[in-house]
């Protein structure tokens, strides 16, 4: 995988981008397939929600406006761009291009700077006060010696007294599920989309099958597999990367983290082991 940072010489996005090379992994090139195949409908399977703006005043409560957050997995912006709106200077990494084209369109100014590339192999040779994983971007990493390379990475991004942020969702639910839980989003004016997800327990993998039905146009399908992380697993990742839990949440606005409910979102704050 390339590492492109936008300057105004090397555009982030576009023809100068790149596509993922083979040897970024099976998990990062189907993934990023299925970025780009629904990166034109994310912001409205994903509508921007009061909770987003909940993000930057967390992180307020970490550190000071005009801080610099790496956000792994920016997407389209939903998290980044009210970040930037509150001060904080953000680049934000993902490996699909579909998804930092977006992001482009919907930040003419350049307020975010979008590096495309892959998270888990990313080295930007500099450090950031926050290091922001939000809405299971973690999770997109298919395998643990994969999910160790990323917790690698986002401890060599984060400085010294810095702090790494990631939001994962309660996998408990989707550990027991038996048959694959399908659902439907209409998509305003122009279709719907119907996901199935599958579980293999065994290994913590999701199956994700997406089908687009746009504009009266035949049906697109893409597919992808993420792995979700018990927050246990995460701290024991995080303890590989030299990383200590400091805080844990269960959401933006430090609900108590009482580890049961499902879906419930897991808010976890690491910081560098000195
Ligand atoms: C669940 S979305 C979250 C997007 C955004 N943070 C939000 O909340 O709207 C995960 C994002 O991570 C990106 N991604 C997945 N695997 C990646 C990888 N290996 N390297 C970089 N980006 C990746 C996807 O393309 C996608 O945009």
Redesign the pocket.
Known sequence: ?TTSVATEETPATGPDAGDPEPG?GL??AL??A???AL?EV?DEI?PATPD?EDIADFLLTLTASGASVL??????????LPLADKGFRVH?????AG?LARLAGKDPEGRITPVH????T?DLGRTFDVVL?????L???VAPD?QIA?MHAVARHTAPDGHVVIETFDPSDYHVQKKNEISTYPIDGRGAMIESIGVLPASQNMMIHNTLFLDGAAPRSATTVMRYLWPSELDLLAGIARLELSARYSGWREQPFDGGDSRKMCVSVYRPLR
């Open positions: 995988m970024a998990g990062t993934t990023t299925y970025s780009d990166a994310y994903y987003l956000e792994l997995g920016v997407g389209t912006g939903r998290v980044a934000g990494v993902d490996s699909s998804m590339a892959d998270f888990a990313l994983a939000p809405f299971n971007s999770c997109c990493a994969e990323l």
